[in-house]
């Protein structure tokens, strides 16, 4: 999806903001700190393994800044799964799963469920935080949050240009063609669809990149 991203968002040798959420180990948020060399990368990931090897990865780059949090529509603490995935242990040494989540069904999958709490943000609290008052690009790839992250008075949709998020399908979300339903309702008041992976209505997972009016 960051590959789209870049081609609908287009070059820019600006000072963007670029709040990657679900940053896992870094590889899209690296990507962005290349394609947009004056850019301040925010890197924002929950599991504790994926965010050591995401601090390891990008240590060397002052641009990405990595934030140890969860983002879903609440402040505070929320109880977070991790699990545990060989083949993405094999791939990517030190972590424990793509698949981790707030929510229990991607652990079904996997040997040693865990939970454990975990600092979360809204993305207006996020913003206020470390004082990001405008985002240029907005990822999220946040294994089901993402449905929670969308409200009709979320301040950050006012000053966000692009926003490409994954909306997880059946097997992590019950409900999820009316949750993405809820997220195209809130998001076209303010932003255009310039890009989907597929159908609303698909079973799996969707990629879409909205874009401001």
């Not at 229990?104 to 004082?131: H, N, Q, W």
């Not at 240009?161 to 076209?188: S, T």
């Amino acid at each position: 999806m960051e590959h789209k991203v870049r081609e609908i968002f287009g070059p820019s040798s600006e000072s963007l903001v670029v709040i990657d959420i679900g940053a896992f180990v870094g590889s899209v948020s690296q990507a962005f700190a290349d394609w947009y060399q004056n850019a301040t990368v925010y890197a924002v990931e929950a599991c504790p393994k994926n965010f050591n090897v995401l601090c390891k990865r990008t240590r060397d780059d002052k641009r990405i800044r990595t934030i140890h949090a969860a983002v879903c529509g609440r402040d505070g603490v929320v109880s977070f799964c991790t699990v545990s995935d060989p083949k993405c242990q094999k791939t990517h040494k030190g972590t424990s799963s793509r698949s981790n989540s707030i929510y229990k069904s991607p652990a079904k999958r996997f040997e040693g469920m865990r939970r454990v709490d975990i600092k979360s943000y809204t993305v207006d609290s996020l913003c206020a935080e470390f004082g990001i008052n405008h985002i240029n690009i907005l990822k999220i790839n946040s294994e089901g949050a993402e449905y929670s992250t969308f409200r009709k008075n979320s301040k950050f949709l006012r000053f966000t240009d692009l926003i490409a998020v994954q909306m997880h399908g059946r097997k992590l979300v019950k409900n999820y063609f009316q949750l993405r339903k809820d997220i195209r309702d809130v998001l076209k008041r303010r932003f255009n669809l310039a890009w989907t992976s597929g159908p609303i209505k698909s079973r799996g997972h969707i990629d879409q990149i909205w874009v401001r009016k």
